[in-house]
């Protein structure tokens, strides 16, 4: 069975930081693609950044120059740094993994986690 747990957000003020991470039972992340995604009150779920098992990465647009995302292949853990965080950022954060080892192909987020709640004050 396959756990995901996600830590680390809370509230800052506008340009701030915060670092998630999602503790994944079940899955060895290193070898499988993962990611973060956020939903905001309202709003549809939307794909943040994600790390390939070649460790490459991708990130959306409203988050480039600002978020990392990394992992701990030892801890098993997944991590998204959060700098100069805007309003605009605040959402419930998901952690995100594709089933499938070594995928070739684009990612396809099967198991998700709780969440975490992210709040940027203005």
Not at 5 to 24: D, F, M, P, T, Y
Not at 34 to 62: C, L, N
Not at 70 to 78: E, F, Y
Not at 90 to 111: I, K, L, S, V
């Amino acid at each position: 069975q396959v756990l995901l747990v996600e830590s680390g957000g809370g509230s800052v003020q506008a340009g701030g930081s915060l670092r998630l991470s999602c503790v994944s039972s079940g899955y060895s992340i290193s070898v499988r693609c993962m990611g973060w995604f956020r939903q905001a009150p309202g709003k549809v779920r939307e794909e943040v950044a994600s790390i390939k098992h070649d460790v490459s990465t991708q990130y959306a647009d409203f988050v480039k120059g600002r978020f990392t995302i990394s992992r701990d292949d030892r801890k098993n853990t997944l991590l998204l740094q959060m700098n100069s965080l805007k309003p605009e950022d605040t959402a419930m954060y998901y952690c995100a993994a594709d089933a499938q080892r070594w995928p070739r192909g684009p990612c396809a987020f099967t198991n998700w986690g709780q969440g975490t709640q992210v709040t940027v004050s203005s």
